[in-house]
T-cell receptor
């Protein structure tokens, strides 16, 4: 079974630009979550999608948004990029969400904002 | 305000000995705890979890202990092997939980010395 796939692996953008990151979950998984990892803050929850609906959201500004498609694939968008958005963005999928289906993470997209 | 704290950024242990990784939390609503392991350039991988109704959970070489009164949990790895060298993240969630917004610690880098 293929794991969680995130594209691209690396991205360099300029302040003020916008960026879209993509995530393909494990086949059959309906829940997709996004996390931001930075050295200073560690792993922080962005949002979770289930059946094309945002089910939960972390404490991030509205510049961070996402969506999920009918095939469970998900995209995350960051608009008006700031230097502080430089981070590793991790996508994770699980069967249904909830504590009985642990998260399976992808290898992440490393975003650098200059 | 960090709700999950891993106060040791790194830990060095000799191969064959016991590795003990610690984690403290402040949110008394947390009732489910997980440990993830992360190798460089890969996403975190689920290791083991524990519900607050238990004080111990074991899976092979890995045991997690939970002390609710102290709001403290620890991961024991016995015996430690070179492949255990990685960053270990402690995570917690409340009854709404599971994939819905895990709160992670900043991680402890475990180094197993030959």
């Amino acid at each position: 079974k293929a794991g969680v796939t995130q594209t691209p692996r690396y991205l360099i953008k300029t302040r003020g630009q916008q960026v879209t990151l993509s995530c393909s979950p494990i086949s059959g998984h309906r829940s997709v979550s996004w996390y931001q990892q930075t050295p200073g803050q560690g792993l922080q929850f962005l949002f979770e999608y289930f059946s094309e609906t945002q089910r939960n959201k972390g404490n991030f500004p509205g510049r961070f948004s996402g969506r999920q498609f009918s095939n469970s694939r998900s995209e995350m968008n960051v608009s008006t990029l700031e230097l502080g958005d430089s981070a590793l963005y991790l996508c994770a999928s699980s069967l249904e969400g909830g504590r009985n289906s642990p998260l399976h993470f992808g290898n992440g997209t490393r975003l650098t904002v200059t | 305000d960090q709700q999950v704290k891993q106060n040791s950024p790194s830990l060095s242990v000799q191969e064959g000995r016991i590795s003990i990784l610690n984690c403290d939390y402040t949110n008394s609503m947390f009732d489910y705890f997980l440990w993830y392991k992360k190798y460089p350039a890969e996403g975190p991988t689920f290791l083991i979890s524990i519900s607050s109704i238990k004080d111990k959970n074991e899976d092979g070489r890995f045991t997690v202990f939970l002390n609710k009164s102290a709001k403290h949990l620890s991961l024991h790895i016995v015996p430690s092997q070179p492949g255990d060298s990685a960053v270990y993240f402690c995570a917690a969630t409340d009854s709404g939980g599971g994939a819905d917004g895990l709160t992670f610690g900043k991680g402890t880098h475990l180094i197993i010395q030959p």
